[in-house]
């Protein structure tokens, strides 16, 4: 079925959206859930929640792109689901290693006043990435939003480990120098 035809279902609210969503689009949002939560009940109530949050967001939304809206719904509940679960430890896995990697390039928000701004620093992230050659993009993309591991990405470039790490490295160079130039405090 198409995304129109899918969102469309959602927006006449009939149940049939649901299924279809999980037939077209389960084990993509599983395997976000699973990368972020190592563990297939959580990932797999993730998934769940996702349609959950996909009914209550249509309407009023009507996403142009039915797989990204999904995907960032099933990255930020896995998100928050693996930090309530590590709230009092830190936990293993690809989740608290990107997040390290990423520390000297993106500001941590501490208080109300800047969290405000976190809306202007993924524009700034957006505008960065979308500037980057088409395969550095795509190996961020696969570090820091899918939390692919180093391992994951070289095997499906065809990469050494060592190249994946080099060139990350590198991108996050260059998005922290950008960040700078743009007056972001880090």
């Known amino acids: 079925m198409e995304d129109r035809q899918i969102v469309e279902l959602y927006w006449s609210r009939q149940e049939q959206a649901i ?48 797989s990204s809206f999904l995907g960032k719904i099933t990255r930020n509940l896995s998100l928050k689901k693996w930090r309530d679960r590590n709230a009092a430890k830190r936990g293993g896995g690809e989740v608290p290693l990107t997040l390290e990697e990423l520390k000297d390039c993106v500001p941590a928000f501490k208080t109300v006043e800047e969290e405000i701004e976190v809306q202007a620093l993924a524009e700034l992230i957006d505008t960065f990435l979308r500037e980057c050659a088409a395969e550095e993009r795509k190996l961020f993309l696969c570090r820091y939003w899918y939390f692919d591991s180093i391992r994951e990405i070289a095997r499906q470039f065809g990469y050494s480990e060592s190249k994946v790490k080099m060139q990350l490295l590198r991108t996050r160079a260059k998005l922290r120098k950008r960040l700078e130039q743009e007056g972001v405090t880090l």
């Open 19 to 66: 299924k279809e969503t999980q037939i077209k689009y389960g084990n993509y949002c599983y395997s976000i859930a699973h990368h972020i939560l190592q563990n297939r009940e959580d990932a797999e109530e993730s998934v769940n929640d996702t349609y959950l949050g996909a009914w209550k967001s249509m309407p009023p939304h009507r996403p142009q792109i039915l």
